[in-house]
């Protein structure tokens, strides 16, 4: 499973900034708006200093992180659901992600255009926020229109279902509120996902200071406090920063970080707090060859854990034979923790706990 998240945000705000110190790709950031044409993805591994832990004991001949992708969006400007400036052409890139990052701008530069002229975190967050759910209004309009002629030709029950869930919808965006904070159930979400609304998506706030904006920063309270009345969360960076610290070899990367006052890069919190958002999780595998990092959704069984890695092993599954990390640090590995009494044989029914080392057993 590879976790996808789109970058967006007002023109010239930082996203190209961010993304490249996510990326280290080198896409070009210039200080004018539209500067981003193409939707640009970015992968990105997923900081975990337990690999690293893991790897010390197995020696392994290769260590590998989860990944992440971010998509480097243009920028949003109102009217874009519209067709106004780059329109529509990215909000279908936006559609395609898992979550969403919505960098705002929290600092003052005379040298930085501003779209709108002065620095306004809230005013900039209504701005997309309404594109967004314009967006999805006129998804969710075609749609209704489409399955309510179903609904009333043949009495069919899944288009009622759909009708019914996307007219909840079109009564929540002509409030101006997004999908997500609907309380829908279980069937009606999954019933939603094929329309891929943009306002159901999960959003993370990364809210873009300068140099010396983490602190007194009333730009940066007021998103703090936006998000906390919405249930989200905000990851406070400075873009420029993150770009600098990204060039840095690793020795240099920490005098910097030490001398900056910081204890690891902003974008380290950012991928955390996307996983996060998202409700994900880690299980090892740790074998000679390979000691890797796998995403699964919190609540995952370990067949389900099993078919990350493949369809097979999830098919077939027998057992998982399982090690909590802490038990394969403390006991120096796979024997160790086995003749401790710590290597468990789980079944189907078992729920995968942050940070297990599983190995499979499976039949196909
Ligand atoms: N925290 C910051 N402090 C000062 N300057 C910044 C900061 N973050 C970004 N900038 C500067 O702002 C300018 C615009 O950044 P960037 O190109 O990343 O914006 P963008 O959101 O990608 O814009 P577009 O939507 O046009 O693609 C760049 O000159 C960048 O160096
Ligand atoms: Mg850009």
């Not at 904006?213 to 998000?227: C, K, Q, W």
Request: net charge negative; glycine share 8%.
């Amino acid at each position: 499973m590879s976790l996808k998240c789109g970058i967006v945000g007002l023109p010239n705000v930082g996203k190209s900034t961010l993304f490249n110190a996510l990326t280290k790709a080198g896409i070009e950031a210039a200080n004018y708006p539209f500067c981003t044409i193409e939707p640009n993805i970015g992968i990105v591994e997923v900081p975990d200093p337990r690999l690293a832990q893991l790897a010390e004991i197995v020696k392994p001949q290769k260590v590998q992180h989860a990944i992440v992708e971010f998509v480097d969006i243009a920028g949003l400007v109102a009217g874009a659901s519209k067709g106004e400036g780059l329109g529509n052409q990215f909000l279908a890139n936006i559609r395609e992600t898992d979550a969403i990052v919505h960098v705002v701008r929290c600092f003052h530069d005379d040298n930085v255009v501003h779209v709108s002229g002065s620095v306004d975190p809230i005013r900039d967050i209504e701005v997309i926020d309404t594109e967004l759910a314009l967006a999805d209004m006129s998804t969710v309009e075609k749609a209704l229109a489409r399955y309510s002629k179903q609904a009333r030709a043949g009495g069919d029950k899944e288009a009622r279902l759909l009708v019914d869930v996307l007219e909840k919808c079109q009564a929540q965006l002509d409030q101006a509120k997004p999908v997500r904070a609907l309380d829908l159930s279980r069937e009606e979400w999954a019933n939603l996902k094929p329309f891929c609304l943009i306002t159901a998506k999960p959003v993370l706030y990364a809210a873009n200071v300068a140099e010396d904006g983490f602190e007194n920063n009333p730009h940066l309270d007021a998103v703090r406090d936006h998000a906390a009345r919405e249930g989200a969360e905000v990851v406070a960076l400075c873009a420029a920063i993150e770009a600098e610290i990204a060039d840095l070899d690793d020795a240099d990367k920490q005098d910097f970080l030490e001398s900056m006052g910081l204890a690891e890069p902003g974008l380290d919190r950012l991928i955390r707090a996307g996983y996060k958002l998202l409700g994900l999780q880690t299980y090892f595998t740790a074998g000679v060859k390979e000691v890797r990092a796998w995403t699964i959704h919190a609540g995952d069984t370990a067949p389900q854990a099993a078919g990350v890695i493949h369809t097979d092993f999830e098919r077939g599954f027998i057992r998982a034979q399982t090690i909590a990390f802490d038990d394969f640090i403390r006991y120096k590995g796979e024997a160790g923790a086995k003749e401790a009494g710590k290597m468990r044989a789980e079944g189907k029914e078992y729920v995968v706990k942050d940070g297990d080392v599983l190995n499979f057993l499976f039949n196909v």
